[in-house]
């Protein structure tokens, strides 16, 4: 038997720099999805016209946190991100109970993104083309085109998702224009920052709708081990991805409530939803910009799919590399040096679970993406109340590797207010599903699967540490340090003797 020490399994690196990763956070975003798709709900379910003021306040509150995981990335650089924060803080049982529940997490966002996308191409081909296919065909043809570039090079996926990133920003900045233009009665209403507007008795379920609309805007740090200089690459994207997101929003759903007036939101939305913003766009800018406008929209939620893959493919990586998972999820492309096993692995679950719903007649909207997608907003706040305790443990152990503000004030700051955020999902979830006659399914049958998950993740660890010690100890610490530089490699040519 040979001795060799076998290397450890590396996805290729210094290939992503601040740019590609803002634009792989915001396009997981996907800011036209939620102008048109989560603003519009909101204000429909809802009726409350301070939907613009809540993004401002989620985002101050996502600040605390981004403070200590900002810190934290500049000492810990993993494609499992909250797991190998978590194994870093609060020990290796905790990282993998983490893992589980990023993985149903951002899965669940993902595949549910795909009975949105379906279901939107399909009426838009109908509506425009008189073509009629079924939701379901339309999304296993995205899943194949997202799994085909999911096996490809990181940084081509980045410039896929740069460029269909860019236009639809484009076109929601033409929307607020529009809109800021031709206010309701005349005149610029401020009625959507209002406070006495948001904080009536209906801002549980407006957090819970607008919480989601953040999802994604953490995840620059699963692509640490593949930054130019992770030490600040991570930090800057998720600031920048946080100020962005929450700036725009806000201004976006504030153009909203003042061209449509605040008095006539709940009405108008429910109505039109996304066309509330596509025929303010055909008026001012044309039917041609209206149609491009659909067109991104279908593209800002193909945006959102390659995103959300591309980081369950590097969760898997990371699990299979250390041994928590089968080895083979750590197996990377020759060529693209992304998780190639990953990849194909979330491709499958996903074309399972979409064939599923087709199969059982379930809406694609109503049910897998509405379902999906707030399971994955309460597991994702979820971790980042639990990542934000473990930041605290680190830098316990590590005093002089931040300062107070960012290894103790901020982050027992952001667990407060982010498992506070958790329990209003938890008691809105019902609002979430679209129920208005909530039983114990709609209420507690997606968040009760997170703590059985989170659960199970501890039972697995328990599993691993007592047939596998040595894999246990190992969980969460096959990080490449940000601090480390690779040495340069400097060839002595000698020099050529002068002429004369």
């Given at each position: 038997?040979s001795s060799?020490?076998q290397?450890?399994?590396?996805?290729?690196?210094?290939r992503?720099?601040?740019i590609?990763?803002l634009f792989?956070?915001v396009a997981a975003s996907?800011?036209?999805?939620?102008?048109g798709g989560?603003?519009t709900?909101t204000?429909?379910v809802?009726?409350n016209?301070?939907?613009?003021?809540?993004?401002?306040v989620?985002?101050?509150?996502?600040?605390?946190f981004?403070v200590?995981y900002a810190a934290m990335?500049?000492?810990?650089a993993?494609a499992?991100?909250f797991y190998?924060?978590l194994?870093?803080g609060?020990g290796p049982?905790?990282a993998v109970?983490?893992?589980?529940?990023a993985?149903?997490s951002y899965?669940?966002i993902?595949?549910g993104l795909?009975?949105l996308?379906?279901?939107?191409?399909?009426?838009f081909l109908?509506?425009?083309?008189?073509i009629?296919l079924?939701w379901?065909a339309?999304?296993?043809?995205a899943l194949?085109?997202v799994?085909?570039?999911?096996?490809?090079?990181?940084?081509?996926?980045a410039?896929?998702?740069?460029?269909?990133?860019?236009l639809e920003c484009i076109i929601?900045?033409l929307?607020?224009?529009?809109?800021?233009g031709?206010p309701a009665g005349?005149?610029v209403?401020?009625?959507?920052?209002t406070p006495?507007?948001l904080?009536?008795?209906?801002?549980?379920?407006?957090?819970?709708f607008?919480i989601?609309?953040?999802i994604?805007?953490e995840s620059g740090?699963?692509?640490?081990e593949?930054c130019?200089?992770p030490?600040?690459t991570?930090?800057?994207?998720?600031f920048?991805?946080l100020t962005?997101t929450?700036?725009?929003?806000?201004?976006?759903?504030?153009?909203?409530?003042v061209?449509v007036?605040?008095e006539?939101?709940?009405?108008?939305?429910?109505t039109k939803q996304?066309?509330l913003v596509?025929?303010v766009?055909?008026?001012?800018w044309g039917?041609?910009?209206s149609?491009l406008?659909?067109?991104?929209f279908?593209?800002s939620?193909f945006?959102a799919l390659?995103s959300f893959?591309?980081?369950v493919a590097r969760?898997l990586f990371?699990?299979?590399?250390e041994?928590?998972?089968?080895a083979?999820f750590?197996?990377?492309?020759a060529?693209?040096g992304?998780p190639l096993t990953?990849?194909?692995?979330q491709?499958a679950l996903?074309?399972v679970?979409v064939?599923?719903?087709?199969?059982?007649?379930?809406?694609?909207v109503?049910?897998l993406?509405?379902?999906f997608?707030?399971?994955?907003?309460?597991?994702?706040?979820?971790?980042?109340?639990?990542t934000?305790?473990?930041?605290?443990?680190?830098?316990?152990?590590?005093r002089?590797?931040?300062?107070t503000?960012?290894?103790?004030?901020?982050?027992v700051?952001?667990?407060i207010?982010l498992?506070?955020?958790?329990?209003?999902l938890?008691?809105?979830?019902?609002?979430?599903?679209?129920s208005?006659?909530p039983g114990?399914?709609?209420?507690g049958f997606?968040p009760?699967?997170m703590?059985?998950?989170?659960?199970?993740g501890?039972?697995w660890?328990a599993?691993?540490?007592?047939?596998?010690p040595?894999v246990?100890k190992?969980?969460?610490q096959?990080?490449?340090?940000p601090?480390?530089v690779?040495p340069?490699?400097?060839l002595?040519?000698?020099?050529?003797?002068?002429a004369?």
């Open positions: 038997m060799v020490h290397p450890v399994p590396q996805l290729r690196r210094r992503l720099g601040v590609h990763l792989f956070t996907a800011p036209l999805t939620v102008l989560g603003v709900t204000f429909a809802t009726g016209a301070g939907v613009p003021l809540s993004f401002l989620l985002a101050v509150a996502l600040a605390l981004a200590g990335s500049r000492h810990v993993n499992g991100a190998s924060y194994a870093q609060l049982r905790w109970s983490g893992s589980f529940v993985l149903l899965n669940a993902q595949i795909y009975g996308f379906g279901a939107s191409l399909a009426g109908s509506s425009t083309f008189g009629t079924p379901w339309l999304a296993v043809a194949i085109v799994g085909a570039l999911g096996v490809l090079r990181v940084d081509l996926n410039r896929v998702l740069a460029v269909l990133l860019i929601v900045a929307y607020d224009i529009s809109a800021f031709h005349g005149s209403s401020f009625a959507g920052l006495s507007n904080f009536t008795p209906t801002v549980g379920a407006v957090f819970a607008s989601a609309g953040f994604g805007f740090a699963i692509y640490s593949e130019r200089n030490r600040v991570v930090a800057r994207a998720t920048a991805a962005f929450g700036l725009f929003y806000a201004l976006s759903a504030w153009a909203m409530t061209n007036g605040a006539n939101l709940q009405a108008e939305a429910g996304a066309d596509f025929s766009l055909a008026q001012n039917g041609g910009i149609v406008g659909n067109l991104l279908l593209t939620v945006a390659l893959h591309n980081g969760y990371a699990l299979g590399r041994r928590v998972l089968l083979a750590s197996r990377v492309g060529a693209s992304g990953g990849s194909l692995a491709s996903a074309i679970v064939v599923a719903f087709a199969i059982f007649g379930a809406d694609p109503l049910q993406f509405t379902w997608s707030g399971t994955s907003a309460v597991g994702v706040v979820l971790l980042m109340a639990v934000s305790v473990a930041v605290v443990g680190y830098f316990r152990r590590h002089d590797a931040a300062s503000w960012q290894g103790l004030v901020a982050p700051l952001a667990t207010v498992f506070a955020i958790v329990a209003i938890v008691i809105n979830f019902d609002v979430l599903m679209g208005s006659d114990w399914f709609e209420r997606f009760g699967l703590l059985v998950v989170a659960l199970l501890l039972g660890a599993v691993i540490k007592r047939n596998k040595a246990y190992r969980i969460g096959t990080a490449m340090a601090e480390v690779e340069k490699i400097q002595n040519v000698p020099t050529p003797p002068r004369g």
